[in-house]
């Protein structure tokens, strides 16, 4: 099955953006999801809460997969397409878009181009040319239109805390920062799908780089984002190391370790590895300042001032739920966003780290750039 085929033509007729949730103030908005896989299925679960939503139509190249999504939506009897754009000329108002990640910059701008809201799974692409392409969208994307990406950190309130606190510079300037993305994916124990020669790559598209763009793209892109967005900036370079200890399917990496540089002289790690014993787990962000230290997590926010002055919040919310919940917000209130372009410069900033990774020496942002 050929790229294409698998996700249809990318020809979508252009639309003036959709006045939201229908005719009526009241009414519900009809939502439409492309991919109903398990992160798709998970996402929406939290829309169907959610009374101001409801999914009108649901896409997948498998009908058992619509059939089963649409068996966990509590709101049942949306229409099935199996042809996306089909569902972008359908009465949806937004799309979730939550298909493998190599294919988003050409479903996201069919779903621009149609009108809609969209909201869509990190990362936005997987190579130069993906995110460059993504860049191109981001100015098609009407004023009255909301285009967020599940950067789920950035909506969190431990984050938005965090990142308050540096912009009014409480602990001082950022001195360096670190990512750590350590936690076991039970390699080699974990079952692929089964699927015919043809479409198996397709199928199991995370563990091969062409489709994923690999794990320090496909997974440790939420830790880097989150460094581009404390500091502030992109990285001018990044250096690293990293390859397959324990992994023997795919050709991606378990294992990895990074250093960025950024434009004010801050350098930034990121360390990522997927394997271990099972239950350990350290997924974190650290930003030292020159009058403390901030640490983020999912779950917690911590500030470190000194040895007496050391405080430690517990976030009950969870960050998807939070990123979810103000997506609705805006189109519900006709406050948009457009997060493509910054969405687009961490994907790069991974593949930046990835490109180093490869070349085993220094890349510049420039240099990627010129290859793309």
């Known amino acids: 099955m050929t790229r294409r085929q698998f996700a249809g ?71 099935r397409f199996q042809d996306y754009r089909e569902l972008l000329q359908s009465d949806v108002d937004a799309v979730l878009i939550t298909t493998p990640a190599y294919i988003h910059p050409e479903h996201v701008e069919a779903a621009v181009l149609a009108g809609k809201h969209v909201y869509c799974e990190k990362p936005v ?30 909506y969190g309130p431990g984050y938005l805390k965090a990142e308050e606190m540096i912009r009014k510079n ?115 962000e650290s930003f030292i300042a020159a009058e403390g230290v901030i640490e983020t997590t999912r779950q917690t926010l911590s500030i470190y001032r000194n040895e007496k002055e050391q405080t430690v919040e517990k976030i009950e919310k969870n960050i998807t739920e939070s990123a979810i919940e103000q997506f609705i917000v805006r189109v519900a209130a006709g406050k948009p966003e457009n997060t493509l372009v910054r969405s687009a410069e961490s994907a790069l900033t991974c593949i930046l780290g990835r490109m180093a990774i490869d070349r085993n020496h220094d890349v510049t942002w420039k240099e990627m750039m010129a290859e793309g």
Request: proline share 4%; aromatic share 6%.
């Open 9 to 79: 033509a990318t020809g979508v007729i252009a639309m003036e953006p959709q006045l939201v949730r229908g005719s009526q103030a009241n009414s519900a908005i009809r939502m439409g999801i492309i991919g109903c896989g398990d992160r798709g299925t998970g996402d929406a679960k939290i829309f169907d809460r959610d009374d101001r939503v409801r999914f009108t139509a649901i896409c997948d190249i498998r009908e058992a997969q619509m059939a089963q999504f649409d068996q966990q939506m509590t709101k049942k009897g949306a229409r």
């Open 125 to 154: 692409g997987v190579d130069v040319a993906g995110c460059r392409s993504i860049i191109r969208t981001a100015a098609k994307v009407s004023a009255k239109q909301c285009v967020t990406v599940g950067f789920q950190c950035r």
């Open 170 to 284: 409480v602990l001082g300037p950022i001195k360096m920062a670190r990512s750590n993305w350590i936690a076991s994916t039970g390699i080699g124990k974990r079952k692929r799908i089964p699927a015919p020669p043809e479409r198996e790559k397709l199928v199991n598209w995370t563990d091969w780089r062409q489709y994923s763009g690999d794990i320090i793209v496909e997974q440790d892109i939420h830790g880097v984002d989150v460094l581009n967005w404390f500091i502030g900036a992109v990285p001018v370079k990044a250096q690293g190391t990293g390859g397959r200890i324990l992994r023997t399917y795919g050709d991606v990496m378990d294992h990895l370790n990074v250093t960025y540089t950024y434009p004010n002289g801050v350098r930034a790690m990121l360390a990522a590895s997927q394997f271990g014993p099972n239950g350990y787990r350290v997924v974190n």
